[in-house]
């Protein structure tokens, strides 16, 4: 009996409930439409949010647990987890609302459709939480492979064939790089593959270690990989332009958000011996997402490619957080990838509509188009102007703090790069807003002349407003009411005992530096 309790303790379970909650789901979408058929079809959204929100009230219930360490080590359930597995989780449940309808219209297999995507939600689930590097490894590849099948669902479209099989190859290249770093990292520790064990040897092994330092440069291509910063960002354009929209959407936010919680935990636990070196390239790394993402996004034409170099040059700016290294730093970037849920989930809900109604991607065909619709003018245009930063919107809030936490860390030159950058950013924001809302009738696009009158009663369509709503009312109050948010993204980082002590590692190594430069 104290056997079977102690082995119970330490697996610690219940620290996976809301896992366990979305494989039920999964189950439940699998079986259901496998015996109801067409007839269980049209409840299949629904249950799978259902069960995605219950699987986030699980991810409350879990907020400060006393013991957060399940599976013998190989799995952390403290807040911080908590905070990153709910962005995941709430990404997928708002691109859901956004999907029914565009998959429908597709005439492609909408429980197939949801249950890959909660496939992908329980890899980015646990990547989020995973303290061991076997547990690392697969829950990003069952991330990375939904993906790949997300991407190129829509069988009949070339575009979609063909940015799947970029993905496929570039995310399969960057999946070795990563696991070669990995494996590094588990002969240097001499065979050791909790995180916590092997940031131990490694911090007590004396002198620089050459294959430390490669195992760094393989991991972050990796990870830069999956948050898609320069010069690892090639695949991100031409994914999302011929992807289904909705697999974009949760790509942008879910599958991001993912990434970063897996830079928090391996680079600031396994790479504390080199937290200058990895500091250094992700100030690299920073400046090259900012640069490139906003000026290339200026020539775009395409709805979508834009958006998908505002992602390259967004990951820019939240990597400000991570190279600060201080509380407000790592809360800053909790706190920026929560309104970034909305804001950026809202702008592709606006897209999906509008392509569902005209069938363009052109940023020209929205000349004019609140003529027509002054719902999706209104969404597009709150969502578009958040990330661009405009007060006192959600985004505005999320960079002030990301900046001043870069500027408290003495990081004033990359700060300075970003608020250029950033208002770069408003220039093809504002023109897609000043398109839709300044242009007059005469100069409305022919698209837009031919805009054909919504029907809100068509299967799916009900979604997609609540998804339009919901994120245009958070995107608008959040900014407002950003001190409730950053509270709590501050008190996920002040209980996290790993991020805590990277802190205190952070000051250490300032002082000795200005010690050093003082004599």
Same mark, same amino acid.
């Given at each position: ?164 099989? +970029? ?218 102007l958040s990330l661009g930063g ?8 999320? +960079? ?33 807003? +000043?398109?839709?809302?300044? +242009? ?66 952070n000051e250490q190594v300032s ?9």
């Open positions: 009996m104290d056997f079977s309790s102690n082995i119970a303790s330490q697996l610690n379970a219940g620290l996976i409930w809301p896992e366990g909650i979305v494989v039920i789901t999964l189950l439940v979408i699998l079986v259901g439409d496998l015996i109801g058929g067409r007839s269980f079809s049209r409840y299949l959204p629904y249950v799978t949010i259902a069960g995605l929100l219950i699987s986030v009230i699980a991810l409350v219930i879990n907020w400060n647990s006393l013991d957060p360490v399940a599976f013998l080590g190989a799995f952390t359930g403290d807040n911080l987890s908590i905070i990153f597995r709910a962005i995941v989780a709430l990404s997928t449940a708002v691109t859901i609302l956004m999907s029914v309808r565009y998959v429908e219209q597709t005439g492609t297999s909408l429980a197939e459709f949801i249950a890959i995507m909660l496939t992908a939600t329980l890899g980015g689930m646990f990547l989020s939480g995973a303290s061991e590097l076997v547990m690392v490894f697969i829950s990003l590849e069952m991330l990375s492979i939904s993906s790949y099948l997300m991407t190129g669902y829509m069988k009949r479209d070339p575009r979609s064939n063909e940015a799947a099989l +970029k993905y496929l190859l570039i995310g399969a290249s960057s999946s070795a790089i990563f696991l070669y770093g990995v494996s590094l990292l588990y002969g240097l520790s001499g065979g050791e593959t909790n995180l916590n064990a092997i940031a131990a040897e490694l911090n007590n092994s004396t002198g620089e270690s050459l294959g430390l330092a490669i195992a760094l440069v393989f991991v972050i291509a990796g990870i830069a990989f999956k948050i898609s910063a320069v010069p690892f960002h090639q695949w991100t354009p031409d994914v999302y332009e011929g992807s289904p929209t909705p697999v974009v959407a949760f790509l942008s936010v879910g599958s991001k958000a993912a990434g970063f919680a897996l830079a928090i935990r391996l680079l600031v636990s396994v790479f504390s011996a080199v937290s200058v070196e990895w500091h250094f390239i992700f100030t690299a790394l920073a400046i090259l997402s900012m640069v490139l993402g906003n000026v290339v996004a200026l020539a775009q034409t395409s709805m979508k490619r834009m958006l998908a170099y505002s992602s390259i040059a967004q990951a820019g700016f939240v990597m400000i957080g991570l190279i600060a290294g201080n509380t407000a730093g790592y809360s800053s970037m909790v706190f920026y990838l929560l309104i970034y849920l909305f804001m950026n989930l809202g702008a592709f809900a606006g897209v999906i509509l509008f392509s569902l109604r005209t069938g363009s991607d052109k940023i020209s065909d929205y000349s004019g188009l609140y003529q027509k619709d002054p719902l999706l003018t209104l969404v597009l245009s709150i969502c578009l405009i007060p006192p919107l959600a985004g505005f809030f999320g +960079k002030i703090y990301l900046f001043w936490a870069g500027w408290q860390a003495g990081l004033y030159g990359l700060v300075l790069l970003a608020l250029v950058t950033s208002v770069i950013s408003l220039y093809y924001y504002i023109r897609v807003v +000043k398109m839709m809302v300044v +242009k007059e009738p005469q100069e409305m696009s022919e698209v837009v002349q031919n805009y054909p009158e919504i029907n809100w009663t068509l299967p799916g369509m009900r979604p997609l407003q609540v998804g339009l709503v919901l994120s245009l009312v958070i995107t608008s109050l959040a900014g407002i009411l950003s001190n409730p948010l950053f509270t709590l993204a501050n008190n996920s980082v002040s209980s996290s005992e790993l991020l805590q002590s990277s802190i205190i590692l002082l000795r530096n200005i010690d050093g430069a003082n004599r």
